[in-house]
């Protein structure tokens, strides 16, 4: 079987499979950026979460929170008040935490090119931890990540070490993350349709894509300025946004930033 | 000048340059890791940060820290006490934020097989959000990256939000991350030198690597059974390992696993 047909079998047994997720659907505000994925040939998603505040009791051991030893007091996709927090910590005797997780995804991809345009187009999105994974039978896949989110302990042993006030302070906090995480959710559509649209003349104009770059994951800088002007999908030229947000930061050692990958 | 002689070309010219880094040099606990990599005709690193806790004042607008507007009030790459952090806070006029940031690489790899390689270390290490970029003129880079860490807003425009005896129990939680991020590092340096020994091995032995898998970044199953004997690396031939931690969570849209790459 041709590595085309072996991708379009794989897509059509994951998507006929259940939802194994607890909530069983996909998140509200993915349907859209999930269904526009799985509607290409080249795509197909095989796990996200829109972005969610949780509150875990227990489990820390060293590094990690142990997810197995651990019992969700609260999740929401929403806005969260801070009597919705005080309610679930009453049922922490362990170690309660507070977390804000940003939006996941992953997207297996027909080939590497096609999950380059989409790296390329998650991290103009702003989605800077995106990064790519082969697996040894060439399955690729690309996860869109993004910076950290926040993560606070709340409670040693069933005892509460903040204040109310402070458990205020912290949901203002985690409510403006989830709230621009939403729109780099919509920038990420956005950027997305668009570069599929540049790529849909690409394909349609191959003399165009033979004078052009060898790969087709960016498309000719007149066309990517034009975008600009139009104020749809804010992107660089340069690949340095390939990197981690800590690039930026002048305390990691870094010998040498390349200048275009 | 081909793909080979170009690599030799960029790893040159970055080795030569100035470590631009505030600290001007490499961490201490990756040094060695660092020239094990660098000593490989197939990689060079980029950027390190061995990992550290970090005290930021201000700058908090919307979803990120933004850097440029922030101070940092504290860096520290060695546990730390309640103490540096007290006296630190007193020079905060805005909002301090602690975080432990785990440890950070950028590999530049000869090719997608010499990132696979390395990517699947890296997971193997605990490294589960790593990933491979792949630019527009096909250089490769392996970020590893690691799960989250830790995000705490402590005081809000100058006001600290949170008690001595919690900043002394938060430090503690930090201080166990630091300790297990370099646990993670030392295995990361010891699965590297038995993959680079592995694939010494497999390059020697044309014949065997026909017969084997077509990917060489994956040794047969029973040496990397022997392996796990030893209890020198422990890796798993699931490349569901190569997904992120949140993949075993029930509270995401899961549609389908790939059982096997």
Redesign the interface.
């Known amino acids: 079987m041709d590595r085309s047909a072996e991708f379009r079998r ?1 897509k059509a ?3 006929s ?11 509200e505000d993915v349907v859209e950026l999930v269904q526009l994925l799985n509607g290409r040939e080249e795509f197909f ?5 829109a972005g ?1 505040i ?1 509150l875990l009791d227990g489990g ?1 051991d ?3 929170v142990q ?1 197995q030893n651990c019992c ?1 007091l609260l ?1 929401t996709h929403k806005p969260c008040v801070k009597d919705d927090v005080i309610v679930a910590l009453k049922k922490a005797n362990s170690d309660a935490i507070l ?1 804000f ?1 940003p939006f ?1 995804l ?1 997207v ?1 991809c027909r080939q ?1 090119q096609d ?2 345009i989409l ?1 390329s187009v998650a991290i103009d999105s702003g989605f800077r ?11 690729t ?1 690309l ?1 869109v ?1 993004s ?7 709340l409670s ?1 042993k069933g005892q509460l ?3 109310e ?2 458990i205020d ?2 949901l203002k ?1 985690a409510n ?2 989830m ?3 939403k729109k ?1 959710i919509e920038r990420f559509y956005s950027c997305l349709q668009h570069a599929l649209e540049r790529e849909a003349i690409t394909n349609s104009h191959p003399r165009e894509k033979i004078r052009g ?3 087709s ?2 498309s000719p800088k007149k066309k990517r300025n034009t975008e600009k002007a139009r104020g749809k999908c804010i992107t660089e030229e340069n ?1 340095k946004e ?17 200048e ?2």
């Open positions: 794989w047994q994951c998507l499979k259940a939802d194994l997720s607890r909530k069983g659907s996909v998140d998603t095989t796990s996200s979460c969610r949780i820390v060293g590094f990690e997810k969700w999740v977390k997780e996941i992953h297996q590497l999950a380059q790296h931890n995106s990064g790519i994974t082969v697996g040894k039978r060439g399955k896949m996860a990540r910076t950290h989110g926040l993560e606070v302990p040693h070490m903040v204040t006030e402070y302070f912290l906090i403006q993350k709230e621009e995480n780099r770059e060898k790969n994951s960016y690949d390939l990197e981690n947000d800590d690039d930026d930061d002048p305390g990691i050692s870094v010998p040498f930033f390349p275009d990958y």
